[in-house]
């Protein structure tokens, strides 16, 4: 059985995307909410800083859009490689 790569990128892209949308949005409204975690993906995309502000959540958001993205597309690309 072989994974979808489209499917994968998909998939993995939007659940991190999510992921530190949530965690962003409620450090927004709560600023002690998640500070280890979002300083942690801060330190991991550049230009990315935890500022308290809705725009750095939404630049926060894309980074990880992109990076699951990645993640997902070479985690079934490998995945596909070895199922053969």
């Given at each position: 059985m072989k994974l979808s790569l489209k499917g994968l990128t998909l998939a993995a892209g939007i659940f991190w995307a999510l992921t530190v949308f949530f965690v962003g949005f409620l450090n927004f409204l709560w600023p002690s909410y998640g500070r280890a975690f979002l300083d942690v993906v801060s330190s991991v995309y550049p230009g990315y800083k935890v500022a308290g502000t809705f725009g750095s959540v939404?630049?926060?958001?894309?980074?990880?859009?992109?990076?699951?993205?990645?993640?997902?597309?070479?985690?079934?690309w490998l995945y596909n490689c070895f199922a053969k």
């Amino acid at each position: 059985m072989k994974l979808s790569l489209k499917g994968l990128t998909l998939a993995a892209g939007i659940f991190w995307a999510l992921t530190v949308f949530f965690v962003g949005f409620l450090n927004f409204l709560w600023p002690s909410y998640g500070r280890a975690f979002l300083d942690v993906v801060s330190s991991v995309y550049p230009g990315y800083k935890v500022a308290g502000t809705f725009g750095s959540v939404i630049v926060g958001t894309l980074y990880a859009l992109l990076d699951g993205g990645i993640a997902g597309a070479v985690f079934s690309w490998l995945y596909n490689c070895f199922a053969k």
